[in-house]
């Protein structure tokens, strides 16, 4: 038989563990270890911090949940401790004095998760919680949680929809059927916890009928469509998007984050009744809905600016594989047979094939060209180019379609395409693609919002929506904006043509800054859009930018995987660790392997990667370096010319950011990192109660 998941020897009742987040991890993990149910108490306490330092696991009423998988424990098992000094884990009421550690193995698969969403679901109960800081003894707080991690699940309440007619007929007040959504990020804790505290409200009520779909990092069970059908109003409380949000079209909404659902369960039911009544209540969108006049579509709890920031970024996250793929393609291209290619894939394509190979000399259109491969190399290097001109000539096109389709959903898609690829062909580029983009989706949320009879409906998302928005997009960048547009985009290509000198150093500033401010956010994305749209035209300066902006965007994680090692003891234990890899991460060209040292101490790691950032951007582009390849960092080196220059700009901005950090962090040394080495001592016992 497996052992309890909890024992007398896994509670600490009143037991002071330190002031920090990372000493009471420290502390649990050492009782774990002494329990034999983990080799190494570093290594679990370790994972677990790395763990907090992604996001602070404190939850409502004074509870925190640190958890982990690790590979030094060798069963699931679960510690608690009760502070008499409470602790700040970020939770939404402030300190933590009841503090759980769910450790799992590295291979447990998802043991750890049920367990926590177990406990979530406890914890909203105001029961549970008064007997955690009433019990006398560990035996009792045992008994307590065994109790709710064991416990089967609940039988649900029947359904709306098979609910006997006759409780509705015995009810005086009018009954209101509430459907609802709930979701966080890592869809674990405040998931289901949310789900309970509004279930638990609900149940209370017998003016309400409830049903709910937590969509957790585990199995989703989908609300029936006849329950959806019924539903009078819909509370979507989450952090992410909402899976399969068209179930809900036209139906009256309340939304919010997740905590809200936790925090006043009864305040969004209120609002919910409400709505219901409403009937220009905000509805949730959709081509088959009929939203009342005056509901703005889904999302809009958001600012526009908010909600058009987010398309950009959205059709941003879609374009980028189109660049990759294409771009790479491309550069494999040149890298097989020669600049040339770049010049003469077409006719290489299209009169050669693998029983008539080119030759090193060959004539094409009545002039003798000389390649530098011959034969299969230089077939596959233009078939290489071919394809990666293909996916390059969809990239406004997808900017466009997915800036649309995060706007007005599956709708917007078809005319956003069209708007993007209508700018290519009248030489508006990317600029045109982002307007064109956030026209179709405005139009197409503004045509989903008509109200249609029932039988047009059904043809509104299909036909109707896409026709029509496809019609004015077009008609509004041939008549209205195709040539200011062009003259925009024509402008912008000129200005890069000509610079040089300062004025190019200048741009490599800008650039290597906004590469290093945000490691992937929205500032980010914006100097790589620049960089990696232009890369479609061709033209040297664009290849400059691209070039720039990689070498930049490398900077941040070798630069602080090369700190951790210069001085190892100005960083956290966890840093550390994640210094290890984040140096091969930068080597590819992935910013985000610098997130985890920006989040824990953003006030002397980001100016000093943004300082290097902008060395590198700065010596890249006043050394002339272009770039064919709009990611790969160091493994796409054969695309890169010249490509010692580059090299040279990369290792300039790594030794500043380097020595900016490192002198940040000795200067004005970091509290954590103080704690994380008070906390780390050798001691082979729990500390003491």
């Not at 409502?60 to 958890?67: C, Q, S």
């Not at 990759?324 to 291209?333: I, S, T």
């Not at 953003?602 to 272009?626: E, H, K, Q, Y």
Request: include cysteine; proline fraction near 6%; hydrophobic fraction near 50%.
């Amino acid at each position: 038989m497996s052992s309890p998941i909890i024992t007398a020897d896994l509670v600490g009742l009143d037991v002071d563990y330190g002031g920090e987040p990372a000493a009471v991890i420290d502390n649990l993990a050492r009782l774990v270890a002494h329990t034999g149910r983990a080799t190494d108490a570093a290594v679990l306490a370790r994972d677990a911090r790395a763990r907090e330092e992604k996001s602070g696991t404190g939850v409502p009423g004074g509870v925190a949940i640190p958890h982990c998988r690790s590979a030094a424990v060798t069963e699931p098992t679960l510690a608690f401790a009760r502070l008499s000094r409470s602790v700040d884990f970020s939770g939404p009421d402030g300190e933590a004095s009841l503090v759980f550690l769910i450790a799992a193995p590295e291979g447990g698969g998802k043991e750890h998760l049920k367990i926590l969403s177990k406990l979530a679901r406890a914890l909203v109960r105001k029961d549970f919680l008064e007997g955690l800081r009433g019990a006398a003894t560990a035996e009792e707080i045992v008994e307590l949680v065994t109790g709710v991690v064991n416990a089967a699940p609940k039988k649900k309440k029947p359904a709306p929809e098979t609910a006997p007619k006759a409780l509705a007929q015995e009810a005086t007040a009018k009954v209101t059927r509430v459907v609802a959504i709930t979701a966080c990020p890592t869809g674990i804790a405040h998931t289901y916890m949310a789900a309970d505290a509004l279930t638990q409200t609900a149940e209370a009520r017998p003016d309400i009928e409830f049903a709910v779909e937590p969509q957790g990092s585990s199995a989703v069970t989908p609300l029936p469509a006849a329950t959806i059908e019924a539903a009078d109003a819909v509370i979507f409380a989450t952090d992410v998007g909402v899976k399969d949000r068209e179930r809900f079209a036209g139906k009256p909404v309340i939304e919010s984050g997740v905590k809200r659902a936790i925090n006043e369960p009864g305040v969004m039911l209120d609002e919910a009744v409400t709505a219901a009544a409403n009937p220009r209540a905000r509805r949730v969108a959709g081509g088959a809905a009929r939203p009342s006049d005056s509901a703005p579509e889904e999302g809009s709890g958001l600012s526009w600016g908010k909600r058009i920031q987010q398309a950009v970024m959205t059709g941003v996250s879609y374009m980028v594989p189109f660049v990759a793929a294409g771009g790479l393609l491309l550069a494999l291209g040149f890298m097989l047979g020669g600049r040339e290619v770049g010049d003469y894939w077409q006719v290489l394509v299209t009169q050669y094939s693998l029983t008539n190979l080119p030759d090193q000399m060959a004539v094409i259109n009545g002039q003798l060209v000389a390649f530098d491969r011959a034969g299969l190399g230089l077939y596959l290097a233009a078939v290489f180019f071919a394809t990666g001109q293909a996916a390059m000539g969809f990239v406004v096109a997808a900017l466009s379609g997915y800036i649309a389709y995060a706007l007005a959903n599956r709708p917007g898609i078809a005319p956003g395409f069209v708007g993007g690829a209508l700018s290519v062909a009248l030489g508006a580029g990317f600029i045109g693609g982002l307007v064109t983009g956030i026209l179709a989706g405005l139009i197409a949320m503004w045509i989903g919002s008509w109200k249609v009879p029932r039988w047009v409906a059904s043809l509104m998302p299909v036909v109707i929506i896409p026709l029509l928005t496809s019609m004015i997009v077009g008609l509004a960048m041939f008549l209205l904006l195709g040539k200011p547009l062009e003259a925009i985009m024509t402008g912008l290509q000129d200005w890069l043509n000509s610079m040089s000198g300062s004025s190019a150093v200048l741009l490599g500033v800008i650039l290597g800054l906004m590469m290093c401010f945000d490691l992937g956010g929205p500032v980010n994305k914006a100097a790589y859009l620049f960089a990696t749209a232009g890369l479609s035209t061709g033209d040297d300066s664009s290849m400059k930018i691209m070039a720039a902006v990689m070498a930049a965007g490398m900077v941040p994680p070798i630069a602080l995987s090369l700190a951790t090692f210069l001085r190892g003891s100005l960083f956290t234990p966890a840093e550390r660790e994640n210094g290890k890899s984040s140096w091969l991460l930068g080597l590819s060209f992935v910013s985000e392997g610098a997130i985890p040292f920006a989040a824990a101490d953003p006030l002397r790691v980001i100016p000093s990667m943004m300082a290097g950032g902008a060395v590198t951007g700065a010596l890249s582009m006043a050394l002339g370096v272009t770039a064919s390849a709009p990611h790969g960092g160091i493994f796409v080196l054969p695309a890169i010319s010249p490509a010692l220059a580059w090299v040279l700009s990369l290792v300039a901005g790594i030794a500043v950011s380097t020595l900016a950090v490192l002198a940040m962090k000795q200067l004005w040394p970091n509290k954590a990192v103080r704690e994380a080495a008070a906390t780390t001592a050798p001691e082979n016992a729990p500390a003491a109660a």
